[in-house]
T-cell receptor
Framework: NAGVTQTPKFQVLKTGQSMTLQCAQD?????MSWYRQDPGMGLRLIHY???????DQGEVPNGYNVSRSTTEDFPLRLLSAAPSQTSVYFC???????????FGPGTRLLVL | QQPVQSPQAVILREGEDAVINCSSS?????VHWYRQKHGEAPVFLMI?????EQKGHEKISASFNEKKQQSSLYLTASQLSYSGTYFC?????????????FGTGTRLLVSP
């Protein structure tokens, strides 16, 4: 099993550009989540999904969109990037609630 | 809402003990503990479930006070490899789904 994979590993964007961060898992997990990590702020939940077609907002959802058309994939879309979205983004998955969560390797995003 | 972790940072000598605390204002169903090394993804240590079940690490223990919505992670006879940032994750029901949010982290440095 590859576990949780994320692409790209690193990305530089200009303010106003859009992009999609990819996340995939091959463990047949129902729950998938996106977090952002900033110095001193810990891991903050952006959006999460409890199954294909079901998503919900986390703590910091503004400026990000998600959808979940398959169990395996959970892409995160930045519609119009802002410097405040410079961060490290982690995707994570777990089989169901109350289970171990596995993190992907992260995507470093720099918005100029 | 992010749980509150304390202390923010700890410096230990090898062999010493440490306790990291985590508290939440939400009614919790589980508490998760993770360790992150610099530049890497968080790695699962332990999960404590409402009702007392624990799953996780052999050399690290934790407690979960369900009445107070508090958890503590106990690191005994610390090793150099214990250095890193520790995050607690708290799981609660929101808008019908189980949401897992993390604290701001506790930096632990173990020196020889």
């Amino acid at each position: 099993n590859a576990g949780v994979t994320q692409t790209p590993k690193f990305q530089v964007l200009k303010t106003g550009q859009s992009m999609t961060l990819q996340c995939a898992q091959d463990m047949n997990h129902e729950y998938m989540s996106w977090y952002r990590q900033d110095p001193g702020m810990g891991l903050r939940l952006i959006h999460y999904s409890v199954g294909a077609g079901i998503t919900d907002q986390g703590e910091v959802p503004n400026g990000y969109n998600v959808s979940r058309s398959t169990t395996e994939d959970f892409p995160l879309r930045l519609l119009s990037a802002a410097p405040s979205q410079t961060s490290v983004y982690f995707c994570a998955s777990r089989r169901t609630g109350l289970e171990t969560q596995y993190f992907g390797p992260g995507t470093r995003l720099l918005v100029l | 809402q992010q749980p509150v972790q304390s202390p923010q940072a700890v410096i230990l000598r090898e062999g010493e003990d440490a306790v990291i605390n985590c508290s939440s204002s939400k009614a919790l169903y589980s508490v998760h503990w993770y360790r992150q090394k610099h530049g890497e993804a968080p790695v699962f240590l332990m999960i404590l479930l409402k009702g007392g079940e624990q799953k996780g690490h052999e050399k690290i223990s934790a407690s979960f006070n369900e009445k107070k919505q508090q958890s503590s992670l106990y690191l005994t006879a610390s090793q150099l490899s214990y250095s890193g940032t520790y995050f607690c994750g708290t799981e609660y029901f929101a808008t019908g789904f189980q949401k897992l949010v993390f604290g701001t982290g506790t930096r632990l440095l173990v020196s020889p």
